[in-house]
């Protein structure tokens, strides 16, 4: 069975940073585009990144553009979100998934949980005031 394995979750004050890591289980990484999701409990699920398989591409949501760094070492078969100036709305369970759709490129579809079909367990972050 195929899995997403993640970790770097935890408490952090706001201001902080931390580094979450996700790899596969039973598959390569090498030809997967691969995103970050979260959600708060009672919302809908966020996109917060995407990273195309060669990482030449790579995509963010707003609210965390300047603060947040996606990046994957397939060699590693590993992917990361490197998260920094933390915000207590940050807060949340964060999830990665992985997407099969052939080419080394993102779509409008990368923001979209729909696009993905590999999901990992989730890592809480929770950040304090």
């Known amino acids: 069975q195929v899995q997403l394995v993640e970790s770097g979750g935890g408490l952090v004050q706001a201001g902080g940073s931390l580094r979450l890591a996700c790899a596969a289980s039973g598959r390569t990484l090498s030809r997967l585009r691969m995103g970050w999701f979260r959600q708060v409990s009672g919302k809908e699920r966020e996109f917060i990144s995407a990273i195309s398989y060669s990482g030449r591409s790579t995509s963010y949501a707003d609210s965390v553009k300047g603060r947040f760094t996606i990046s994957r070492d397939n060699a590693k078969n590993s992917v990361y979100l490197q998260m920094n100036s933390l915000k207590p709305e940050d807060t949340a369970v964060y999830y990665c998934?992985?997407?099969?759709?052939?080419?080394?490129?993102?779509?409008?579809?990368?923001?979209?949980?729909?696009?993905?079909?590999?999901w990992g367990q989730g890592t809480q972050v929770t950040v304090s005031s």
């Open positions: 998934a992985a997407d099969s759709s052939p080419g080394d490129y993102l779509t409008s579809g990368s923001r979209s949980w729909t696009s993905y079909e590999l």
